[in-house]
């Protein structure tokens, strides 16, 4: 039976990851068609800040809960209430900070007064969302993916009707509002998963008082995972946030129009990505299931395990990542045509698509370092690219090629990441005999 948890965990993932993305896609096919573009440029837009500032607020606990339960250091509810203080606390500090700052990047870094109240409104759900992800981080500790499963699709349950019952109310108040209620929908739906997880939470759960009083060895522990690991995600997510800042300023000062930036850089991030990530519940589900087994066995120094679950997440990513990026290359036109009743961003697929294949192979490599304890090669290695990618950016933005510029600059990150994880892998597990 344990041999088999590997593969019983990814089954349910990919099962409960199918159904949440095909509601998920039914969600952005609702809510395009209810909005229209404008709106969905509008979010694309703020979407990289809000990345990046709830990367910040929820420090990466649900990697570093699933990798210190599934190595039994601490007692669970310990190393579940410690996560929790410090997580609320970030998000005080982080919901402060969005406050004060909202009006300077709305109006000088984004360059759309109509940011600064979305930002706002994205602050909001940030305590909600880090409570789940403890949550979610516990079950993927215990190797029980089933609770996860279930409260990802009552989440987007609860999205889809919510959207149906308000969004129709808000639209004819304005972009604004319309993009101010898909956003705050997320706080029911995040309280929703919430409610699920609790409701699988073991019967002999049994908290003391001595659980919840904040422990600095635990919290020390902790931060000693998190911060590193966050570090990779917080580089790709600043990354991110400098994004549209500098690709709107470049195009701008090369005469393109705001009106072509929000639309092409909405197309390209609400349709092109969006339908090329489809596949990515797959490797979410191989990724979550990877981690836990590979800190377990590298934890008991079982080197061969960790070698073989190595070589078979990559083989099922791989194949996986081949027959979605083949079928999206071919059908482009007819899938964005069916799920976002638009062709916008398909000359953007046909240039991305034969390079995400590779990018399916990012997730179970990253997975395989942070669970062998290389957190920081994960962090050095997300810079190189990200670095490389804003350089690459910047300089074609400056050719006249407009979205193109990013599309390039997107399969040159791509290729570096996958390239430094399997050389740091290599490294690490097959010219040493312990890791």
Do not use: W
């Not at 409570?131 to 079950?139: A, D, P, Q, R, T």
């Not at 008082?209 to 580089?235: C, Q």
């Not at 349709?271 to 191989?286: D, G, H, V």
């Not at 490599?365 to 990618?389: E, F, H, N, P, R």
């Amino acid at each position: 039976m344990l041999k088999n948890k590997f593969f019983t965990a990814t089954f349910i993932l990919m099962i409960g990851g199918l159904i949440t993305k095909m509601l998920g896609f039914l969600i952005r096919i609702i809510y395009t068609r209810m909005v229209g573009n404008d709106a969905i440029g509008l979010y694309s837009l703020v979407m990289p800040t809000y990345s990046l500032l709830l990367t910040i607020a929820t420090l990466s606990l649900p990697i570093v809960i699933s990798k210190l339960i599934s190595e039994n250091k601490k007692r669970s509810i310990k190393i579940l209430s410690n996560a929790t203080i410090i997580t609320l606390i970030l998000n005080i500090l982080v919901i402060i900070i969005i406050y004060f700052t909202k009006d300077f990047i709305a109006n000088n870094l984004l360059h759309e007064p109509r940011a600064s109240i979305l930002l706002l409104s994205m602050a909001l759900t940030f305590p909600f969302v880090s409570i789940s992800s403890i949550l979610k981080g516990y079950f993927y500790g215990k190797q029980k993916m089933l609770p996860h499963t279930i409260s990802n699709i009552i989440e987007q349950i609860v999205r889809i009707l919510l959207i149906f019952l308000i969004i129709p109310k808000l639209v004819d108040k304005g972009v604004v509002y319309s993009v101010i209620g898909l956003i705050l929908i997320s706080i029911a739906s995040e309280l929703s998963s919430i409610i699920t997880f609790l409701l699988f939470a073991p019967k002999k759960f049994k908290i003391s008082k001595e659980d919840l009083k904040p422990d600095t060895n635990t919290a020390k522990e902790i931060l000693s995972i998190s911060l590193p690991t966050v570090s990779s995600r917080l580089i790709g997510n600043i990354g991110f946030f400098f994004e549209p800042i500098i690709l709107t300023n470049l195009l701008l000062l090369n005469g393109y129009s705001m009106n072509y930036i929000l639309n092409e850089y909405g197309a390209y991030n609400a349709y092109s990505i969006s339908l090329l990530a489809m596949p990515s519940f797959f490797i979410q589900a191989i990724s979550s299931s990877l981690l836990p087994e590979i800190s377990r066995f590298y934890y008991e120094k079982n080197i061969t395990m960790v070698k073989r679950r190595f070589k078979q997440a990559l083989i099922l990513s791989f194949i996986v990542g081949l027959i979605f990026s083949t079928t999206i290359y071919i059908f482009r036109d007819y899938l964005l045509t069916t799920l976002y009743n638009t062709t916008n961003g398909s000359n953007y697929i046909k240039i991305l698509a034969p390079f995400f294949v590779l990018f399916y192979l990012e997730g179970p490599l990253q997975s395989v370092l942070q669970a062998v304890g290389k957190a920081k090669t994960c962090m050095y290695i997300t810079l190189t690219a990200i670095i490389t990618k804003l350089i690459t950016m910047s300089i074609l933005s400056l050719s006249h090629i407009g979205m193109y510029a990013l599309v390039i600059a997107e399969i040159i990150d791509i290729i570096i990441i996958v390239f430094l994880c399997f050389k740091y892998i290599n490294k690490i597990i097959y010219k040493k005999e312990t890791i």
